[in-house]
């Protein structure tokens, strides 16, 4: 089956500062890819849909300054948290799709922000 | 907006027992409906999906769901559970008339005891 990473897995960082998630298919081209957030015991938030080559589309509630999406290439798409602070603490999961197959998910990116 | 209830937050069965998952959604036009399984430290994989057709849909790993239009439910049920199904388990609804947004169930954790 189709294969999506995140990197990193898990990151640790202080409060003001910027932190980039990748996520890459690694053996199909990605038209779109989704950004979701998922808080202990809840389910999975769709934050954002990226189509290569254009600017994201945002969940309503979602500010587009705070969570900065890149979709520069057909296999990689990248989330910046700007001046992260402990409330964007939680785990976030990628997921990607080539033209309307199924959505691919990649393992998750555990943020802790101190 | 569409939303997503599973019912049960905690299951604990024993081998060789019966599984039953609920699942509801809200909104009643045209739907497409995933039950996603998340094992220990992986990433979330497709279980099975339904589009159209048989609203008995068989998917990998024994298990099947029933799509009942007139209840907005999507039940996934196995006969006999192994331990190795121990994972959260996830429904998700693509829809109102299908497009990119998955809106996912809070999740059920399912243990399987010896």
């Known amino acids: 089956g189709a294969v999506v990473s995140q990197h990193p897995s898990w990151v640790i960082c202080k409060s003001g500062t910027s932190v980039k998630i990748e996520c890459r298919s690694l053996d199909f081209q990605a038209t779109t890819m989704f950004w979701y957030r998922q808080f202990p015991k809840q389910s999975l938030m769709l934050m954002a849909t990226?189509?290569?080559?254009?600017?994201?589309?945002?969940e309503q509630g979602v500010e587009k300054d705070k969570f900065l999406i890149n979709h520069a290439s057909l296999t990689l798409s990248t989330l910046t948290v700007t001046s992260a602070h402990p409330e964007d603490s939680s785990f976030y999961i990628c997921?990607?799709?080539?033209?309307?197959?199924?959505?691919?998910f990649g393992p998750g990116t555990r943020l802790t922000v101190l | 907006a569409q939303s997503v209830s599973q019912h049960n937050h905690h299951v604990i069965l024993s081998e060789a027992a019966s599984l039953e998952l609920g699942c509801n959604y809200s909104y009643g036009g045209t739907v497409n409906l995933f039950w996603y399984v998340q094992y220990p430290g992986q990433h979330l994989q497709l279980l099975l999906k339904y589009f159209s057709g048989d609203p008995l849909v068989k998917g990998i790993k024994g298990f099947e769901a029933e799509f009942i239009k007139s209840k907005f439910s999507f039940n996934l049920r196995k006969p006999s559970v192994q331990w190795s199904d121990t994972a959260e388990y996830f429904c998700?609804?693509?829809?109102?008339?299908?497009?990119?947004?998955?809106?996912f169930g809070t999740g059920t954790q399912l243990k399987v005891e010896l």
């Open positions: 997921s990607a799709r080539e033209n309307y197959n199924e959505q691919f």
């Open positions: 990226s189509n290569e080559g254009s600017k994201a589309t945002y």
């Open positions: 998700a609804v693509n829809g109102p008339g299908g497009g990119n947004k998955l809106t």
